[in-house]
T-cell receptor, first 110, second 113 residues
């Protein structure tokens, strides 16, 4: 059973701080990694994808991937109250299925 | 262009009834996925369609669940003889990318009384 693990949180950060969300995965052969944001009562929204080791930046978001350590993270700079949501990490399995973590609840306090 | 659409947005049914949930993927997307999300839980994979290939049904929880995709586009998830434990949000996602960036519809909230 391939697994994706996330700390459930909640992770609380003050407005303007950097939020760091972490995810580990069990399948060493995984090649594609995704971060989704899910507001309460809404469906998941894709915010970042990453395929190569290193960092990928998009606005206030940076995804970091370390395949050797089987670790992917999401940094949110200048966190805003509107960033408060559940963040889901997803890893592509062989055969095109995505395995999702249970999500980390982020709370940004103003 | 329009995103993934699902209908109905909410469905309340009585235990033992059959229900049909519909998903209309993004035009041109070749792959379509169904997931289930119970209250406070993560996403549970149900079934996956890719082009004309046989669907991957490995996530369907019982033989009461079935799905079809007509003409490579619209998909219907059918739950027969619904049970209270079937109550959840049913999410559909589609993708065309090799890298599998999936885009989700708004979901159908199913409540079985």
């Amino acid at each position: 059973q391939k697994e994706v693990e996330q700390n459930s949180g909640p992770l609380s950060v003050p407005e303007g701080a950097i939020a760091s969300l972490n995810c580990t995965y069990s399948d060493r052969g995984s090649q594609s990694f995704f971060w989704y944001r899910q507001y309460s009562g809404k469906s998941p929204e894709l915010i970042m994808s990453i395929y190569s080791n290193g960092d990928k930046e998009d606005g206030r978001f940076t995804a970091q991937l370390n395949k050797a350590s089987q670790y992917v993270s999401l940094l949110i700079r200048d966190s805003q109250p509107s960033d408060s949501a559940t963040y889901l990490c997803a890893v592509r399995e062989y055969g095109n299925k995505l395995v999702f973590g249970a999500g980390t609840i982020l709370r940004v306090k103003s | 262009g329009a995103g993934v659409s699902q209908s109905p947005s909410n469905k309340v049914t009585e235990k033992g009834k059959d229900v049909e949930l519909r998903c209309d993927p993004i035009s041109g997307h070749t792959a379509l996925y169904w997931y289930r999300q119970s209250l406070g839980q993560g996403l549970e994979f149900l079934i996956y369609f890719q082009g004309n290939s046989a669907p991957d049904k490995s996530g369907l929880p019982s033989d009461r669940f079935s799905a079809e995709r007509t003409g490579g586009s619209v998909s219907t998830l059918t739950i027969q003889r619904t049970q209270q434990e079937d109550s959840a949000v049913y999410l559909c996602a589609s993708t065309t990318s090799f890298y599998n960036e999936q885009f989700f519809g708004p979901g159908t909230r199913l409540t079985v009384l």
